[in-house]
Structure formats: C-alpha cells, structure tokens
C-alpha cells in the first residue's frame, strides 16, 4: 500500500467524519423546529427521540454482517449519502409519518456510517502503526461545531428546514461521493481466517484470545459510560447552567459551545499524547479529568465555575471514545470490523439512558446529585483502563509490530 493512497485515504475519510458530525449537529440542533413543522407533542417527541439511536443501533449491527460480503470502504461510499438524502427529508415533510420514516432512515444510516467510518479508521491506524484514531473524532468535532453554527444561522434569521438544510446536502453530497473513490480497507485477513474470527466461539488467530462478548464487554462499559457523560453535557448543561447556577439564559447557551471546542481540541493532540505515553495511561488521565469535572460542576458555587467543570468534562471525555474503538481493533486484530460494530452499539445505548437517567435523578432528587452518577460512571473506566493495552500500552506494542510506514 503506496504512502500516497494512505494519505487520500486518510484525508478521504476525516471528510467523512467531517460531514458527519455536520450532518448530526444539524439534526439535533434543530429539534424544536423540526417538532413544531410536524406538529409532535411533547408527550410523543421523546419516543420519535428515542427512536433514532434504537434504530442507529440496529444499523450497526446490521452492518457488522454486510461488511462480511463488501468492503467497508464500500458500505461508506453508499451508507453516507443515504445520511445526508435522510436528513433532506426530515427537512421536506410535513406529515407525522414522514418525519417518522426520515428520522427512522437517518437512524438506521448513521448506525452503519458511524461503524463503517470507525472500522475503516482502525484499518488505517493499523497501516501507519501510530495513533491516528483521534485525529478522524477531532474532525467529527469541528463538523459538529460547524453544524451548530450553521443551525444558529437559520434559527436567526428564521429560515425553514429545508433553505437551511438544502444548501448544505447539496454542498456535501458530492464532495463526500468524490472523496469516497480514495478510501483505504486495511490489509484483509485471508477469508477463512476472516470468516471464523467472526464467530464468537471461534479463536484470534493473532492474539490467541477468544473473540467473545465477555472480552468485549470492558470496553461496550467505557462507551457506554462516555456516551452517558457527552449526552449529560448535551442535553443538560443549558437547563443546570441557568436553573441550579442561576445563569442568564444567553449564557446558559456557552458550556456546550465550550465543550465542543475543548473536544475538538483535546481530540487534535490527542494522538501525540497516545504516542507519548500510551493509550492506558491517556485514557485513564481522561477519565479522572472528566470525572473531576463532574465534581465541579456538581458543587459549583456559580455559573463561572460550573462552566469550568464543562471545559475540564470536553477534554477529559474527547480521548475516551475513540480510544475505545482503537483498543478493540487491537483486541480482534482479524475481526476488528466485527468487534467495532458490535461496540458502537453501546455508543447508542450510553446516549439513550443518559439523558432520561440523569433528568430523571435531577427530577426526583436534585441536578447537583444528579451530576454524581456520570462522574461515578466514568470514573470506573479506569477499572478497565488495561483493556486499552491489549497488546501494549503503546500501539503496536505486545505481541507483533504493525509496519510503520512514513506518511504525514
């Protein structure tokens, strides 16, 4: 494989991230006007809410047996523009039903796109044998950052759906077709050697390691557990900001416009620090420093400290996640694929009890208290922070050495 193949590769596909995180921050930015063009109540938004991670998931399992027919790479190249034409039509209906068969086919997609961008990532880190995993989520962060601006703008100046959505589909649409024509699958395992390391009861013939879900299940914890951290930012920080800290509501709006940049940010260094000292002990900083951050904010005195604490969560949690799909790949060297899309489902299932939990505590006990449950659960990553040194603490530590080759 030439260097110049993996440098498009590599940049074909933090487009892809890229679009990505646009995409959904389009999406999730704009859920009070998609409510208020369909008309769904605030008693039935939660279910048409819930039911595009239940359904992400479903699209990632999905994908784990279509990628053993075609490559990941190919599952991409048609799985994002079905993101992109999903989120076109949330944009065009009017109808119940309609956003419930767009929002039930951006679900589905974005579970097969987030699967088929992460094994296509692990692929690529395995061919350079340095991390690079986190560069790929840094470039789904500035997507997101991107997105929500753009979502700004149309909430503004008050334009519909669809003149806010159009433009940006038509833009990414076809640069994301282009920039498939460039991605790079990772050195395939000789087909029978592919076809039984996806069988849970068979053995990794690299590792000599069972491929079980009992050995996946530490890491489906930690995503689990991240996610339940990034949607309790997401979701929550506004309402505390200003009900429990007594912010404006301008003001209110700043920690997560913060918390995105710090992932973005901490996401962008993030691969020197894994090269410098290690996966093990990067994920177990993030995990203190997340959980640190909990703690602040679930004591602060005001508003300026509480958005301390959300600045201190963005670079703590922005490590965890994409090292986790990275610790699995080295786990299931011949099964990565598999083993990506079956952890990706917990991805979908941190998101979908976060929220609910932590309003739910916030509800019939406090907010305060409630921040205590996110920050005890990330802080248990570091029970399993040596399942991120699979085959040693630095990547291609351990057994056998992935050959490294000299690209930017």
């Given at each position: 494989?030439t260097d110049a193949r993996l ?277 177990r900083a993030g995990a203190v ?29 922005c490590v965890i996640v994409p ?86």
């Open positions: 494989m440098r498009r590769g590599r940049a074909s596909l933090a487009l892809s991230f890229c679009a990505q995180g646009i995409a959904f921050a389009l999406l999730v930015t704009r859920i009070p006007a998609i409510q208020d063009q369909y008309g769904i109540s605030d008693g039935l938004l939660p279910a048409f809410l819930a039911g595009v991670p239940i359904l992400a998931g479903v699209g990632s399992v999905t994908t784990e047996h279509l990628v053993k027919r075609v490559a990941p790479s190919v599952a991409l190249r048609w799985v994002q523009p079905l993101v992109l034409l999903a989120l076109l039509g949330v944009a065009a209906g009017d109808r119940m039903w309609q956003a419930a068969v767009s929002l039930a086919a951006f679900g589905l997609a974005v579970g097969g796109l987030d699967a088929c961008m992460n094994m296509l990532g692990i692929s690529l880190q395995r061919a350079y044998g340095r991390s690079i995993i986190l560069g790929f989520h840094a470039a789904f962060s500035l997507g997101g950052i991107v997105g929500a601006s753009l979502a700004w703008v149309g909430a503004h100046w008050d334009l519909s759906l669809l003149v806010s959505y159009l433009p940006v589909v038509l833009v990414l649409l076809p640069l994301c077709l282009a920039g498939s024509r460039w991605y790079v699958d990772g050195e395939a395992a000789a087909p029978e050697a592919a076809s039984e390391s996806l069988e849970s009861s068979e053995s990794d013939s690299a590792g000599g390691k069972p491929v079980a879900f009992r050995l996946l299940l530490p890491l489906c914890l930690v995503m689990a557990f991240a996610y339940i951290g990034d949607s309790t930012v997401s979701n929550w920080s506004a309402k505390y900001l200003q009900d429990v800290l007594g912010s404006s509501e301008q003001l209110s709006t700043v920690p997560y416009n913060v918390y995105m940049v710090t992932t973005l940010l901490g996401r962008a260094a993030g691969d020197h620090g894994v090269r410098r000292f290690g996966a093990v002990a990067v994920v420093l997340a959980s640190a951050g909990f703690a602040v904010v679930a004591v602060a005195p005001g508003p300026w400290v509480g958005m301390l604490g959300f600045t201190m969560l963005g670079f703590g949690l090292q986790t799909y990275a610790a699995a790949g080295r786990l299931f060297p011949h099964a990565s694929d598999a083993a990506i899309a079956r952890l990706n489902v917990f991805n979908y299932v941190g998101y979908l009890f976060g929220s609910p939990l932590v309003g739910g505590i916030g509800g019939a006990w406090s907010y305060r208290g409630a921040m205590l449950i996110p920050m005890v659960l990330v802080l248990l990553t570091l029970v399993y922070a040596r399942s991120f040194g699979a085959e040693g603490a630095r990547y291609g530590g351990g057994h056998e050495r992935p050959r490294t080759v000299d690209v930017g």
